[in-house]
């Protein structure tokens, strides 16, 4: 059977099959970080939302590499090629809306990160909007580009969503600097360094996702 005629042009244009080792590691890591994520949310029940987010995108992750792996043993895999383009591109968006929540719980614990105009639920509120914005794109494209493989609409929306999404992370990172500049000095009385540095990685590894 040759499936190459049905194919969205966008896996065409891949010009690589992914490695099944590193994708199979990935996969494993985020199997785990999901079953953390889970018992961090029934036990800390009070922070749902960031719980939501984190097990919503972990599980759009696992999703984008599972496709991944299934296109490492077989590159025209049209099912492997959707799960990984959607998993992969709406996970992060889920991800960073966590990434926004506790950074809220941030500026409430310390006054001096706040800004003037901007209070703490209005900032996160903000870049959970673009969030949803970037949300709607790849959603809508993603869907086109599974139905009408050979309609380029559905890879643009998704093109567009992302583009979207670096510019909102983009700004999100010069608001992250400014408010850890601020409080800068509380962070390190109350010791809570360890714990900038870590969210510093997560928002890192999520804007090279």
Known sequence: ????????????????????????????????????????????????????????????????????????????????????????????????????????????RFLSSQFTRIGPRLFASLFIIGDFICLCFIGCGGSLAAIFAENPIGVDLMITGLAVQVLFTTIFCLALWAIYHRAWHDILQEKRHLYVIGENILVSCNFND
């Open 1 to 108: 059977m040759n499936t190459t005629t049905s194919l969205p042009n966008s896996i065409e244009a891949m010009g690589f099959s992914p490695l099944l080792a590193p994708n199979a590691i990935f996969l494993s890591f985020y199997s785990i970080s999901l079953l953390l994520h889970v018992l961090i949310a029934l036990r800390f029940w009070r922070f749902f939302g960031y719980s939501i987010g984190m097990v919503c995108g972990i599980l759009l992750e696992l999703v984008g590499y599972c496709g991944k792996v299934q296109l490492s043993h077989n590159r025209d895999n049209k099912d492997g090629y959707i799960m990984y383009i959607i998993g992969l591109t709406l996970g992060p968006t889920f991800l960073s809306s966590a990434l926004y929540l506790n950074i809220n719980t941030l500026q409430q």
